[in-house]
């Protein structure tokens, strides 16, 4: 596997870039100055957080123009009674006091409580101080990671990922209040409804013009479609995406798939840094792809934009060498491996976490998770994550992400104390000590070994993964 490095943009490609932007349009950005100044802002607090040390990824944040992939986005708010843990202005808020009041955009988005997608019916708002964990709107005994950890507060885009359903974990997915991870939003209860308040370009009044420049460069997600009062997608937090695109190792000449459009903004990065025929972004809404499209038209950039299932994948332009996704599934879709190179890298989230798999051929794939944490709403189509009990135990694990995380990868295969005695014999492991390995139809996540004592099967609940016969 290549450098994460690679190289930088030949000379010529600069050019046509540039050429290209003023074609489209760009030179009349009213706000491109002011625009790029609070860009190299972002990017100074990336780098300042460890992000971004690969050059190539660096030029692309300084130079992509994010303003002009969320021409409006949305702050959530409450509109009902909340409680009093809810977000909005509270201190330690992602973006909160900073210049796009940032405090409670991320209400609903990945990892927070809510009833299959609906997250202000379930009457959740995240932005609240703190991080990953609040109990659930329903009041069950299980308690559910909110948007948290390495700022994942929804991915940047929706539709064939998933992500245009707002609001995830229901009752499931395994967390615990009151810890704070970099970046993150706590999710608070609340009883009643998030109502929402749209920031956009062309407000005649300025300073709520600025206030939306601001917000679109803060380190924080952006909650960018709404509907009937239901967030429908968002954009990931910069750091995250930053994260991601680094872990995914690209080299010059490497194919990329990108399941979820969203805004675009995600692929003009990987365009940057590839160019646009090496880039194929997808999802399933075809509002969400022509939004796309002319987003990453407006910035200069024409990677191919496909309206389709994510978890078919996209064989018209494959072979990849790269398969990025930025929602959660269960379990490796089989038609991602077969549109891969032997040697590809597939970045997924899977159980709170990053998988990194390198494809050995159509049927077989492994590899570790990433030591960061990873919330995103799920893949379409693939069901909620199974539930989490977490009965019988004591609060003090509960508050240790990697607790939670295995928790989550064990989910319906492992009772809660019997995962509470497996984390404190094996020296409380973090993520990365985990793996994925896909062998033909099966699939098992693992600790320490795919062929160890800890192995648990992928996709619907049905006790330990049998020892699978070496290749």
């Not at 690969?54 to 409450?78: K, M, Q, S, T």
């Not at 209040?177 to 920031?199: D, I, K, N, Q, W």
Request: proline fraction near 8%.
């Amino acid at each position: 596997m290549g450098s994460t490095g690679g190289g930088t943009r030949s000379a010529p490609d600069a050019v046509e870039r540039v050429a290209r932007g003023k074609r489209m349009g760009r030179e009349a950005d009213e706000c491109a100055e002011e625009a790029a100044a609070v860009r190299a802002g972002l990017v100074r607090e990336i780098v300042a957080g460890g992000g971004l040390t690969d050059p190539a990824w660096r030029a692309a944040f300084e130079e992509v123009p994010r303003h002009l992939f969320v021409p409006y986005y949305y702050e959530a708010g409450e509109a009902g009674t909340a409680s009093a843990r809810t977000a909005a202005g509270a201190p330690g808020t992602a973006g909160a006091g900073g210049a796009a009041g940032a405090t409670a955009r991320a209400a609903g988005v990945a990892g927070v409580a809510g009833t299959a997608g609906v997250a202000d019916a379930a009457g959740v708002a995240a932005g609240a101080p703190g991080a990953a964990g609040v109990v659930d709107a329903a009041g069950a005994a299980g308690v559910v990671d909110a948007a948290g950890a390495a700022g994942v507060a929804g991915a940047d885009a929706a539709g064939a990922s998933g992500r245009e359903t707002a609001g995830v974990a229901g009752a499931g997915t395994a967390g615990a209040p009151g810890r704070e991870t970099a970046g993150a939003a706590r999710a608070g209860a609340v009883r009643g409804t998030v109502g929402y308040t749209r920031l956009w370009r062309d407000d005649p009044h300025p300073l709520r013009r600025a206030r939306w420049l601001a917000g679109a460069y803060a380190d924080a997600p952006l909650a960018t479609r709404v509907r009937d009062g239901e967030l429908i997608t968002s954009s990931s937090q910069p750091s995250l995406m930053a994260r991601m695109l680094q872990a995914l190792q690209v080299r010059d000449g490497d194919r990329v798939l990108e399941i979820g459009a969203g805004t675009g903004y995600n692929a003009a990065l990987l365009a940057h840094r590839l160019g646009d025929t090496h880039v194929t972004t997808l999802d399933l809404d075809p509002e969400i792809t022509e939004a796309a499209r002319n987003h990453l038209a407006a910035a200069g950039f024409r990677p191919a934009v496909v309206t389709g299932d994510g978890a078919r994948g996209c064989p018209l332009h494959a072979p990849y060498d790269r398969i990025i996704a930025t929602c959660a599934v269960a379990s490796i879709p089989p038609a991602w491996l077969g549109q891969c190179r032997p040697g590809a890298l597939i970045l997924t989230p899977l159980a709170t976490g990053l998988i990194a798999l390198t494809v050995a051929d159509a049927r077989h794939a492994e590899g570790h998770f990433l030591a960061m944490p990873a919330y995103f709403v799920p893949l379409r189509g693939s069901g909620p994550p199974p539930q989490v009990p977490t009965h019988g135990l004591p609060s003090r694990p509960l508050l240790d992400d990697s607790f939670r995380f295995l928790l989550n990868v064990a989910a319906g295969h492992m009772e809660p104390v019997e995962a509470l005695a497996l984390w404190e014999h094996e020296g409380r492991p973090g993520r990365e000590r985990y793996g994925v390995t896909v062998r033909g139809e099966r699939q098992w996540a693992w600790l320490d070994d795919p062929e160890g004592a800890y192995a648990w099967p992928l996709g619907p609940p049905g006790g330990l993964q049998p020892r699978p016969e070496p290749l």
